[in-house]
């Protein structure tokens, strides 16, 4: 008990190591998905790959991008955005005075807002009672974590009826806006959602605001007001800032925005400016309008100046500036280390299959058939159809390597003993020049022209596949004898292999044990020969052979990754090696520690096995 | 004995395995199992997902595209369609515009779209759809991998009373407006939803893997690493309606295998995502009455960059003496058998840029000597090599290890390259190395040998252009690899993606072309020809060569009886 509670214990720390050591070595190894692209596609631009770099996670230091991985990381708190709004056109009256006021609940979003489940859940019951039976029995609700149940439940009433779902979504929008304030920039003043300004020239001019959500975060809008006149004589404005887009904070030290770009006049004499940043403001602009500051701190800010020409007018603007995100604690993304609390998801996401991990691995949840109103026999042929069916490359390798460990033993041990027994007899000599040959052929070679004899030539046997595309709709035996005959071909050839090798094990083995004085005790004492066999020689010959076999349980789960590859079988080592080549660092890493854990849980049995089949040990 | 006791047991056990085995059906069940009328493709590459939004690889749009709903495709002639939208905007038939709004030149593109395509649930494809998918791509928050459109675009509107007007609004004129990659469309009343309620979990959403499409297929199942099933859509309309009920693409990685699938008939077909060109012509020699044969020329461009910070590869005359030394039409009827045409610059035949008229560098030993000795590359008596202030003359020549025609390419231009004085070290790295570090940092010395797949219709200026030449500024993302920076060419690259008027334009590639192959910053080597093998019978398959993929027409495809 004590030796198993060690070993477990040295387990953990060795799986504690690795996970790490993994990481780094992943994450330092050239060439990440996403620079991959830029090399891939002329069309895309460095920016996208910085913004790519960022959405993944890739920008940050790979021991930052372990802690990510290992533990988890919130999402940020995302600030507000605008849509464009629509251009205003405004009149003059007498007194030279145009009211401009623009109504922005259409078109700012709170991007931060979620529902609360109790609010959904009640709005449900009173509004949609059938849609609320049919959540209560749907498992995807009942499985959903408390993050993602709102989600669920609003995709489930968008399926189920999309006019009463457009009716949340507005209501929602309405609840979202609330939580944000927004404030009139430069005379301009707000009440709600409405911002209004007076103007005194006509022309075009900016009505700018700024909306400020729960957590402080600034968003910059601005508006188009065109001011008519009946009056000629008038000076019309045309010196306007154009509305510039929320900049982002990449590499502080590099930060600067080039204002000049969005300063409009139609007269270009006049482009000589005067930059001035208003009080409240961080940073600093020159004369040419480039802004920079050296930014801390995370959040949101808007930052607002006037620029004036040369003949003296003055124009005001603000952009926002996005720095270091502020990590939102109720939109936390679970980490590996979730696994253990039994978070499937925890696993990971591929990003080159667009998949969670574990669906890779255990396989899609199979489409549910209508099974009402069948028997019980039926009803479970199909359930075991869509498992077979659905089974994933854990089960697909299974299936794989099972029955070609299983026959290799069922023909290697025997013949091992035997040829060892009588050793340079005839049969010692055949059996030994296979086993050569199963050693020394390549397996690639050898499943080439093994497909290329029965499938191209013969046409008995499919070339590869693990079965023919929609054969679940014929029935269980029907995909029965459709996996056995796709896999009758990797079997051999993997078995093969096999074969050859634990053959020549046991017959060393066997050949060590069998000159030994208490083989000769056990026939002087008048035993048959078959006790002397097999139970005086095979149990002390059996000793290196479990080691052998105990190392092997990984390989079980590791697969072949050339018979995968070669009969085009979708299993472990065909995705390991795909997931290290396509640089899918979250499916690599799983791969190799469930590998890990299993090459020390096969050391573990071999250690166990002893017990049983050597006397001598025994632990305490 | 009780050997043969043992030998009897074993007997026993192998006599009852077989027993079992041939309990179970055996036989193989490609032929009596197959339907009526669907067709099987063979395809080495798993699509990365089949949602429009995130589809990066090949295989995917040729899966994908089963169900187009692009606005427009090419043809096989490389010819730009309509195809969900009546026509294409132009200036002629007003239908695009050009506007002045606060002292900025905009543009305005008007689509009308057609009442033929149907979701798979029935419901008709609208502008709303167009308009809801721009909104995603917008969205800084997703994973879209270009946005150089995107940006581009004001905004975008559905119009009309059934919503079947498209009207977008362009930031500055912009001639690649009607391209078919730029507008697409997901089923709105699906993934609005989905996209609402967490906007960062849409690429996580299972819709992905088998999304609804809106052309005459859509997607029923992907079975990861095994297979993906398109059927028919039931709501295609007229010339929508497909001929094939159901196309099924079998995922196998290993190209010898996808041969013997085809000759024991698991597959019809062998997509263009699928055999290497020379494993292709060998199958010709054994398979050539059974099988229809593809060769497609394409705009994958392969090439050899030259490093222009490089001293002696700055000038101009040892980079066309290069040219000159290497028969490249040799090499090609060598590996290729002639099937892959020569590249004199950087736009295929087909292409609107292509132009015959620049300077061409064909096989001529004499002249190439004669550039080398006028650059003061000397060779002295008694050596192979030639050499300037005791330097020789040696570069260092890089290429993607395991890449076999490239590494052919390599070894022959070596030769070639040694009879004119020039000593070739050859230095490869795994893709991984070569593509993600070496050339994106642009460490390589001297030349590196690799490709590009351009867009049949826009001038590719990032590849050229000053301001696209990696450096520490950029932070090592740009695509001008060769370090390649003339103003001319600059300025005749900035001003082809502002001209609307497509004859124009096509003057200025051609002029930019004939620059270019004057000052040959990379040696142009092929275009790459995309291979495709389908059964006889089968008819209307029509490789594109380009990254429209051959599914643009699946609705065409037939049987012959």
Redesign the interface.
């Known amino acids: 008990m004590k030796h198993l509670l060690y070993r477990f214990s040295q387990m953990l720390v060795i799986i504690a190591f690795l996970s790490m050591a993994l990481f780094a070595l992943l994450s330092a190894?050239?060439?990440?998905p996403v620079?991959?692209?830029?090399?891939?596609?002329?069309?895309?631009?460095?920016e996208?790959?910085?913004?790519?770099k960022k959405?993944?996670g890739l920008d940050k230091p790979w021991h930052v991008q372990y802690v990510r991985w290992i533990w988890g990381y919130d999402?940020p708190f995302?600030a507000a955005t605008t849509q464009?709004i629509e251009p205003v056109t405004v009149h003059m009256d007498k007194e030279n005075r145009a009211l401009a006021s623009i109504d922005l609940s259409d078109a700012i979003f709170n991007?931060n807002y979620r529902m609360q489940k109790d609010e959904i859940t009640k709005l449900i019951k009173t509004n949609r009672p059938q849609i609320w039976q049919k959540m209560q029995a749907n498992s995807a609700i009942q499985t959903a974590s408390s993050n993602?149940v709102?989600?669920v439940m609003?995709?489930l009433?968008?399926?189920e009826d999309?006019a009463y779902?457009q009716v949340l979504?507005k209501n929602m929008q309405q609840k979202s806006l609330q939580e944000l304030t927004v404030n009139g920039l430069f005379g301009a003043s707000s009440k709600g959602l409405t911002v209004t300004q007076t103007f005194y020239t006509p022309g075009?001019h900016q009505i700018w605001f700024v909306i400020k959500n729960k957590v402080g975060l600034e968003t910059v809008g601005s508006a188009?007001v065109t001011v008519e006149s009946t009056k000629k004589n008038l000076v019309k404005n045309?010196f306007?800032v154009?509305p510039i887009p929320s900049q982002v904070v990449d590499d502080p030290k590099l930060f600067k925005v080039d204002l000049a770009s969005y300063v409009?006049q139609?007269n270009s004499n006049l482009k000589a400016y005067h930059y001035q940043l208003l009080e409240g403001s961080q940073g600093s602009i020159d004369q040419n309008g480039i802004y920079t500051h050296i930014f801390d701190g995370a959040g949101q800010t808007a930052i607002l100046f006037v620029v004036t020409n040369k003949q003296g007018h003055q124009a005001k603007a603000a952009f926002s500036v996005e720095k270091a995100p502020i990590p939102d604690p109720a939109r936390f993304n679970r980490g590996f280390i979730f696994v253990f609390a039994g978070d499937k998801n925890a696993l990971g996401?591929s990003n080159?299959?667009?998949?969670?991990v574990w669906e890779?691995l255990a396989g899609?949840p199979s489409?549910t058939t209508p099974t009402v109103g069948l028997s019980l026999w039926a009803r479970i042929k199909i359930k075991v159809t869509g498992m077979i069916?659905?089974s994933g490359?854990i089960g697909?390798t299974l299936q794989l390597m099972i029955p070609a460990i299983l026959?290799s033993l069922?023909?290697a041990l025997?013949?091992g003993?035997?040829s060892a027994?009588?050793q340079y007899s005839w049969?010692d000599y055949i059996v030994n020049f296979f086993a050569f040959i199963g050693i020394s052929l390549p397996v690639f070679w050898f499943a080439?022209m093994v497909?290329?004899l029965f499938?191209?030539n013969l046409?008995?046997?499919?070339?590869?596949?693990?079965?023919?595309?929609?054969?679940q709709d014929e029935g269980l035996s029907?995909v029965?004898?459709?996996r056995?005959?796709h896999a009758?071909l990797p079997t051999l050839v993997l078995s093969i292999a096999y074969i050859g090798r634990w053959l020549r094990y046991m017959r060393a083995a066997m050949l060590e044990i069998l000159p030994a004085d208490y083989i000769r005790t056990a026939r002087a004492k008048g035993l048959s020969?078959?006790v002397v066999?097999l139970k005086h020689a095979l149990r002390n010959a059996l000793i290196p052979i479990v080691t052998i076999l105990a190392l092997s349980i990984p390989a079980l789960f590791g697969g072949a990754v050339l018979t995968e590859?070669?009969?085009?079988w979708?299993?472990i080592g065909?995705?390991e090696y795909?997931a290290i080549?396509s640089?899918d660092y979250y499916v690599a890493i799983v791969v190799f520690l469930i590998a890990a854990v299993l090459v020390m849980i096969g050391n573990l049995l071999a250690d166990l096995l002893y017990v049983i089949v050597d006397p001598r040990i025994r632990h305490g | 004995m009780?050997?043969k006791?043992?030998?009897l047991?074993?007997c026993r056990?192998i006599v009852a395995?077989l027993c079992v085995?041939s309990l179970?059906?055996?036989?193989?069940?490609?032929q009596e199992?197959r339907k009526e009328s669907s067709l099987?493709i063979g395809i080495s590459q798993?699509p990365?997902?089949l949602?429009m939004p995130?589809k990066?690889m090949m295989a995917a749009e040729e899966v994908s595209r089963v169900g187009t709903y692009t606005l427009t495709i090419f043809d096989e002639n490389w010819k730009l369609i309509p195809w969900v939208a009546k026509e294409i905007p132009t200036l002629e038939n007003k239908k695009l515009e050009l506007f002045r709004e606060?002292?900025?030149l905009k543009m305005r593109s008007t689509w009308e779209i057609k009442d033929d395509f149907f979701w798979a649930d029935g419901r008709p494809l609208t502008a709303d759809d167009f308009v809801f998918t721009y909104e995603i791509y917008k969205d800084?928050?997703q994973?879209?991998?270009?946005?150089?459109v995107i940006e581009k675009i004001?905004?975008m509107e559905s119009k009309g009373k059934d919503h079947k007007t498209l009207v977008v609004t362009w930031k500055e004129p912009y001639a690649y407006y009607h391209n078919y990659r730029q507008h697409e469309a997901v089923p709105k009343?699906?993934v609005?939803?989905?996209y609402?309620?967490?906007?960062?979990?849409l690429?996580?959403h299972p819709f992905?893997?088998t999304p609804m499409l809106a052309g005459p297929y859509t997607i029923k199942?992907w079975?990861?690493?095994?297979?993906i099933?398109a059927i028919r859509n039931l709501f295609a309309k007229g010339y929508l309606k497909p001929h094939i009920d159901e196309i099924?693409w079998?995922?196998?990685?290993?190209t010898?295998?996808l041969?013997?699938?085809l000759?024991?008939?698991?597959i019809d077909a062998i997509s263009p995502v699928g055999l290497d060109f020379d494993q292709a012509l060998e199958f010709e020699k054994r398979h050539k009455n059974n099988y229809n044969f593809y060769y497609t020329s394409g705009l994958v461009w392969e090439h050899i960059d030259f490093n222009l910070d490089n001293e002696i590869l700055k000038d101009k005359r040892v980079r066309q003496a290069l040219a000159y030394g290497a028969n490249r039409e040799g090499i090609g009827q060598l590996l290729f058998k002639g099937r892959q045409p020569v590249a004199h610059g950087t736009e295929p035949q087909k292409s609107p840029y292509f132009n015959d008229n620049i300077r061409k560098y064909p096989f001529d030993k004499t002249k190439a000597n004669q550039l080398l000795s006028e650059a003061g590359w000397i060779k002295k008596d008694g050596e192979e090599i030639r050499s300037k202030n005791g330097k020789p003359l040696a570069f260092i020549l890089m290429t993607t290890a395991g890449n076999k025609s490239r590494e052919r390419i390599e070894q022959l231009l070596q030769s070639q390259w040694r009879e004119i004085g020039v000593d070739i070290q050859i230095q490869n790295q795994p893709?991984?190395?070569f593509?993600?570090?070496t050339?994106?940092r642009r460490k390589y010395a001297h030349m590196a040998m690799f490709s590009?797949?351009?867009?049949p219709l826009a001038v590719?200026d990032?590849?050229w252009r000053c301001d696209y030449i990696p450096s520490s500024k950029?932070?090592f993302?740009?695509?001008n690899q060769s370090g390649f920076c003339n103003a001319k060419a600059d300025q005749l690259l900035k001003s082809a993606s502002l001209e609307l008027d497509n004859q124009k334009r096509a003057k200025i590639g051609q002029e930019f072309e004939a620059l270019w192959a004057e000052e040959l910053p990379s040696l142009p080597l092929f275009f790459r020809v995309d291979v495709s093998i389908t059964k006889k019978g089968l008819k209307n398959w029509k490789p594109t060569g380009i990254l429209q993929p051959v599914t643009w027409n699946s609705q065409e495809w037939s049987w012959t009886k």
């Open positions: 190894m050239p060439g990440n620079d991959m692209l830029v090399m891939s596609n002329p069309r895309v631009k460095p996208d790959v910085v913004r790519l959405l993944r999402d995302r464009k991007n993602e709102v989600d609003l995709e009433i968008a399926t999309q779902y979504q075009f188009t045309t306007v154009n409009d139609e996401f080159t299959y667009k998949r969670p890779l899609t489409v069916v659905s490359r697909n026959l069922i023909i025997p013949l003993i035997l027994y009588r049969l080439i497909m290329y499938a191209e046409q008995w046997l499919p070339a590869g596949g693990v079965q023919t595309p929609s054969i029907a029965l004898s459709d056995l005959t009758i020969e078959k066999i590859t070669v009969f085009s979708p299993g065909r995705l795909d080549a640089s | 009780i050997t006791k043992i030998v047991k074993i056990l395995t085995a179970l059906d055996c036989t193989p069940r490609k199992n099987t798993e990365d997902s949602f995130y990066e606060n002292g900025q800084p928050s994973e879209i991998i270009d946005r150089t004001e905004k009343h699906i609005e939803p989905i609402r309620a967490s906007p960062e979990k690429k996580k992905g893997q199942e079975s990861p690493g095994s297979h099933i099924i079998r995922i196998i990685p290993q010898n295998t041969e013997s699938n000759v024991s008939g698991t893709a991984k190395v593509f993600g570090d050339l994106r590009w797949v351009k867009d590719s990032t590849l950029n932070g993302l740009g695509q």
